[in-house]
């Protein structure tokens, strides 16, 4: 059973950058699909990004595509997060998730319950 911990959220300006950090424990990491969740006040946790057990196949939500990059290091059992050009619709709790199923081809699981392990979550505050 792997256990997931994130880092690095914080409050920032609208238009400014931060870098999440998800580590890893117990498994074996890179038999895991990886992805980023996040959950508005009042809202359903929903997608954000996701990649393959290796790292090669990367997916995102059409609405963080071009601003957040995905990027994981199999020999430090760890998942990133860069996220810039932030807009204060992106303020929200942001998780990180792993689940054993193999991404298809370019396509990873986006579906929130496919994610069998989840961290406890990291604040990120946008103000305009």
């Known amino acids: 059973q792997v256990q997931l911990v994130e880092s690095g959220g914080g409050l920032v300006h609208a238009g400014g950058s931060l870098r999440l950090s998800c580590a890893t424990s117990?498994?074996?990491?890179?038999?895991?699909?990886i992805g980023w969740f996040r959950q508005a006040p009042g809202k359903e946790r929903e997608f954000v990004a996701t990649?393959?057990?290796?790292?090669?196949?990367?997916n995102y939500a059409d609405s963080v595509k071009d601003r957040f990059t995905i990027s994981r290091d199999n020999a430090k059992n760890t998942v990133s997060l860069q996220m810039n050009s932030l807009e204060p619709v992106d303020t929200a709790v942001y998780y990180c998730?792993?689940?054993?199923?193999?991404?298809?081809?370019?396509?990873?699981?986006?579906?929130?319950?496919?994610?069998?392990?989840w961290g406890q979550g990291t604040q990120v505050s946008v103000s305009s």
């Open positions: 998730a792993a689940t054993r199923l193999r991404c298809s081809g370019y396509v990873c699981s986006k579906r929130r319950a496919d994610y069998e392990y």
């Open positions: 117990g498994g074996t990491f890179s038999t895991y699909t």
């Open positions: 990649t393959s057990f290796s790292g090669g196949v990367k």
